[in-house]
């Protein structure tokens, strides 16, 4: 199941054999009173009341007398506690216990003569209890009324010692909330007391709405009132002192009606049945941004389920799990959601239908998720094995896509998952239309390697590969809307709500994409490689820094990886390659360090070379496992031999991943191009390696073509092949090749460009009287005359015409030369 829910705390196996294990200790020492003692049997009356934000479970549970029993688990020390008794026939409606446990808060309601479970008496009064349980004493009324009270203690962020003053909030079913101070003093020593129990000061927080959320995790209260038919949430803030602050208001467009009341998580609500529940709009908040209003519209998924009710959200952190038990298990991705592909929609799977509780549950902080009905509390995490498995089976493009990301996104043994995903990249990389298997995959693994590190990180890094999704996903219908931006109260922002703020500043002024690309790289590569064909070059100082750049990218590189490598590569200097990396960490840099604020250069400066290591280690990765599958050589082939089918395999995978690259612009590991060259070499008829290196699938390096013309001896075949690279190679390697070539192809390519460098500037002048005689004894006055004219300007221009690396290409060589490709064209 794509969902994994690990049990927390169950109420069968770590509250039922405590109270056993009392009631035997109390009926042994003969014991009476109010204790847990006295319970009996009756332990179906046993259910969850509450779980607080640091994670306690408050429970409740009646004996046969009706006997009213409050009990705490400590999910800390997993220890159960007895908090109080009520020696009355009771029914809890809510309860709280404040963080140092010295106060419980209760609002109860009197039973149904006739003890049904879970019924009220109509009209039955409600009392509002506060308790002085360290130890058990005294017992205030807060609120006698005839309607229904939930209480809700406040619990600060700082819990290191106790407070003198505790807040507690009442939310009436008339639709106000008051929030009660409470001061505390501490008595006879550890005894701890109400102080001014008579008076105790409260606020009206909030009132006339018909909906409300508590936020335990982040201490926010969200509601909604209705202003001339018109739907507005509002959110407060509470804060570790007394005050409270209302954050936002955003208008919604959905329709309420001012007669109905819902809250949520306000502990358990259990006094409406299933029934009466769905007539109730189901609605959550959770805390994250879009700048967009999302519809979806899913078609149910098994005709043959009759559950239709207890629609389910669950907050997964980056994701949003919605489900219908026996319909539809959807991953909504909450991170990133622009893309419908980036959202994972099951519908109709048994594995769904059955492997989820079909009672409804309720999402708590974090990844906590309590079903009420089974009185469990599970920590909810998405499902990697299972993920994994998925992404083998699934044959919609779609759901590739959303699987992938969800892999990703769980984290753990990074190096695990991405062998995992890659093995599959490799069996199925034709199988893929809608999207770059390979690119997707090294955009995605580099994202999540260094965003979950860093705040703000989601806007400056590209998060995919793909801009735009058109094609339909099955079952799912997606109406994107914009909405009214929430209207901020606060100008100082901390935390969560300074980030939000951020989100909500960059959608209202449409501030152009912050997402990094390497446009201004490409630009700039291509102007330093020019200038280099060119024989010219700036400032030597800024290239330097540039090359450095990339040697600190390739030692974190190595840093990182200890293990040896089975492909040849980063055996060759690969300047080029080189002078991407180095430029793609000076600008990735300037980028961050405009964008990110707050954080320290240095940590910007290793974030970045954290980030292209990895773009340079996930393609290592793809080469490591293909070439360990087709068990190759860790040695660069040679050019000699016939190609093995596994070779042909892994220059197939090769081309892919320069395919995946070359559009996104991304750096290769040097010595990537020469042994793809070599492998082509290898793999590929003439016609169409010529046509792989004209159309830059294949690029040439000097590497290569060094060991080319080394290997390979001077048959046609050979000789064709070598001539066809050298006039594809730039002027300066080609002269540089074909000096290592001994051959008359070579030597008159060496001649044509020593003539045309020597006339260049050439003026004449008038002949001279005497031609000297060639050393040849060839008489071919055209020839001679041409020689001498050679001879007269290298003699006038020695330092400025002189052959960069080869003093002995002169007039002589150029005629040599001339004679002996003449000789060959005539077959002498």
Avoid at 772 to 789: R, W
Wanted: glycine share 4%.
């Amino acid at each position: 199941m794509a969902l994994r829910l690990v049990s927390d705390f169950d109420l069968r196996k770590d509250v039922l054999p405590w109270l056993r294990a009392q009631r035997v200790a109390s009926a042994a020492a003969g014991a009476r009173g109010g204790g847990p003692g006295v319970l009996e049997n009756n332990y179906e009356s046993l259910r969850i009341l509450n779980v607080e934000r640091n994670g306690n479970v408050i429970y409740t549970y009646k004996d046969n007398k009706g006997n009213v029993f409050f009990g705490l688990y400590d999910c800390q020390t997993r220890q159960n506690e007895h908090l109080y008794t009520f020696e009355k026939d009771l029914h809890v409606v809510s309860c709280s216990v404040n963080s140092d446990r010295t106060l419980l808060a209760a609002s109860l309601v009197h039973s149904t003569k006739e003890g049904r479970k879970n019924e009220l008496q109509p009209g039955s009064k409600c009392l509002t209890l506060l308790v002085e349980i360290h130890p058990v004493n005294n017992v205030k009324v807060l609120k006698a009324v005839d309607s229904y009270i939930w209480v809700q203690f406040l619990y600060p962020h700082v819990e290191s010692h106790p407070l003198p003053e505790n807040h507690l909030l009442l939310v009436s079913e008339e639709k106000y909330i008051e929030k009660f101070h409470i001061q505390v003093i501490q008595e006879d020593g550890s005894r701890v007391v109400i102080k001014d129990s008579g008076h105790l000061p409260r606020e009206r927080v909030a009132e006339d709405f018909v909906w409300a959320q508590w936020d335990m995790s982040e201490q926010r209260l969200y509601y909604i009132d209705l202003k001339k038919s018109r739907s507005i949430l509002k959110c407060l803030q509470f804060s570790a002192d007394e005050k409270f602050n209302l954050m936002f208001e955003a208008p919604l467009d959905i329709t309420l009606s001012d007669s109905g009341f819902k809250l949520v998580n306000f502990g358990c609500d259990d006094l409406q049945d299933q029934e009466n529940l769905s007539k109730h709009l189901t609605l959550c908040v959770f805390t994250n941004h879009t700048g967009h209003g999302k519809t979806f519209t899913a078609a149910l998924g098994s005709v043959d389920s009759h559950v239709t009710k207890g629609l389910t959200f669950l907050n997964l952190d980056y994701y949003l799990a919605v489900y219908l038990p026996g319909h539809f298990f959807h991953l909504l991705n909450i991170q990133h959601p622009d893309l419908i592909c980036h959202s994972l929609f099951l519908t109709g799977n048994s594995e769904v239908v059955d492997m989820l509780p079909h009672s409804p549950l309720q999402s708590l902080s974090g990844s906590l998720v309590l079903d009420w009905c089974s009185g469990k509390l599970y920590r909810a995490l998405l499902n990697q094995s299972y993920l994994l498995q998925f992404l083998w089976n699934t044959r919609l493009d779609c759901e590739k896509m959303a699987v992938l990301h969800c892999v990703l996104s769980c984290g753990g043994d990074r190096r695990f998952l991405e062998a995992k995903i890659i093995q599959w990249i490799s069996e199925n990389i034709s199988t893929c239309h809608s999207f770059d298997l390979i690119q997707e995959f090294i955009i995605a693994s580099s994202y999540w390697s260094i965003c979950p590190e860093t705040s703000n990180m989601d806007k400056l890094l590209p998060y995919s590969s793909v801009l735009t999704w058109n094609t339909e996903i099955p079952g799912i219908t997606l109406v994107t809307e914009e909405i009214a931006l929430p209207f901020m109260k606060v100008h100082s922002f901390k935390g969560y709500w300074e980030k939000l703020n951020s989100n909500l500043e960059y959608v209202k002024y449409s501030k152009p994409h912050l997402h990094y690309n390497n446009s201004m790289v490409r630009r700039e590569w291509h102007s330093l490689v020019s200038e280099e064909k060119t024989g010219r070059r700036r400032s030597m100082v800024y290239v330097k820094n540039i090359l450095d750049n990339a040697t600190k990218v390739i030692s974190n590189l190595e840093a990182r990886n200890l293990e040896p490598r089975l492909t040849p590569l980063f055996q060759e200097e690969d300047n080029h390659q080189r002078l991407l990396m180095g430029l793609m960490v000076s600008e990735l840099k300037d980028h961050l360090l405009r964008h990110l604020q707050g954080v320290e250069k240095k940590k910007i400066e290793q974030m970045v070379l954290d980030y292209v290591s990895k773009l340079l280690d996930l393609v290592c990765q793809i080469m490591e496992t293909s070439w360990r599958k087709h068990s190759l050589h860790p040695c660069v082939p040679h050019f000699s031999g016939r190609a093995s089918a596994a070779e042909f395999k892994v220059f197939h995978i090769m081309t892919r991943i320069l395919e995946a690259t070359k559009s996104l612009f991304l750096p290769l590991p040097p010595g990537f191009h020469t042994l793809h060259t070599i492998l082509g070499v290898h793999c590929l008829p003439l016609h169409n390696l010529l046509h792989y290196i004209d159309s830059g699938v294949l690029l040439l390096t000097e590497t290569a073509v060094t060991r080319l013309m080394k290997d390979l001896d001077n048959t046609e075949k050979n000789e064709k092949l070598k001539f066809s690279i050298i006039v594809r190679l730039p002027p300066l390697i080609g002269q540089k090749i074909c000096r290592l070539w001994d051959h008359p192809m070579s030597s008159n390519i060496i001649s044509r460009n020593h003539v045309k460098r020597l006339l260049q500037n050439y003026k004449k002048k008038p002949p001279s009287s005497v031609i000297h005689k060639s050393s040849f004894s060839v008489e071919f006055l055209p020839l001679n005359y041409f020689v001498e004219i050679l001879t007269d300007i290298e003699s006038s221009n020695q330092a400025l015409y002189a052959f960069e690396g080869h003093d002995n290409v002169d007039a002589k060589f150029v005629e040599e030369a001339a004679l002996k490709h003449t000789m060959m064209l005539l077959g002498l």
